[in-house]
């Protein structure tokens, strides 16, 4: 009967190292707002996995017209453009270009992006566009970031174990 039971305890034991490393492995990358302005003080920050979506929302402030766009977080860190969404097209909005796929969806024009790679995104921050940015359904804090700030969104995918090693997201 002992025999049995650390033969049993071992293959536990081994069956949850296995999973532990299977699980610290996984590719894990972090979203950040950061503040160029400031020093690059980072306004907030998400974890995500890649693929995750991450969605910015805004009024576009000349047209005054609603705008989405829509990036998957690449597996390598920054982003793959997928789609904007507008209910309009004008000044600074997106154009129909030759070559792009558009359709629509109810009130919104959408242009397929294609996956284009961006490194980061830079975004102008006005309380009048109402920016918006969530990931995966995770609200990004942009309450604390003043008026007239550049923002600088980039994303850095690492194993689990390295940020936890690093304590660089969980300070």
Wanted: proline residues 6%.
């Amino acid at each position: 009967m002992t025999r049995k039971v650390a033969i049993f305890s071992g293959a536990c034991l081994l069956i949850a190292l296995a999973a532990a490393t299977f699980f610290l492995l996984q590719p894990v990358a972090e979203v950040r707002v950061a503040l160029p302005g400031q020093g690059g003080r980072i306004a907030d920050a998400v974890l995500a996995d890649p693929g995750d979506r991450l969605c910015m929302r805004y009024i576009h402030s000349v047209e005054r017209t609603p705008v989405e766009g829509w990036f998957a977080v690449a597996e390598k860190g920054g982003f793959r453009a997928v789609k904007t969404k507008t209910a309009g097209t004008g000044t600074g909005l997106p154009n129909v270009a030759r070559g792009r796929e558009v359709s629509t969806e109810g009130k919104w024009l959408v242009i397929h992006e294609g996956g284009e790679y961006y490194p980061e995104i830079p975004f102008y921050f006005h309380p009048l566009n109402e920016l918006r940015i969530r990931v995966d359904g995770k609200k990004l804090d942009l309450k604390d970031v003043p008026s007239g700030s550049r923002l600088r969104i980039t994303s850095r995918t690492r194993p689990l174990w390295r940020w936890i090693v690093a304590g660089e997201y969980f300070q």
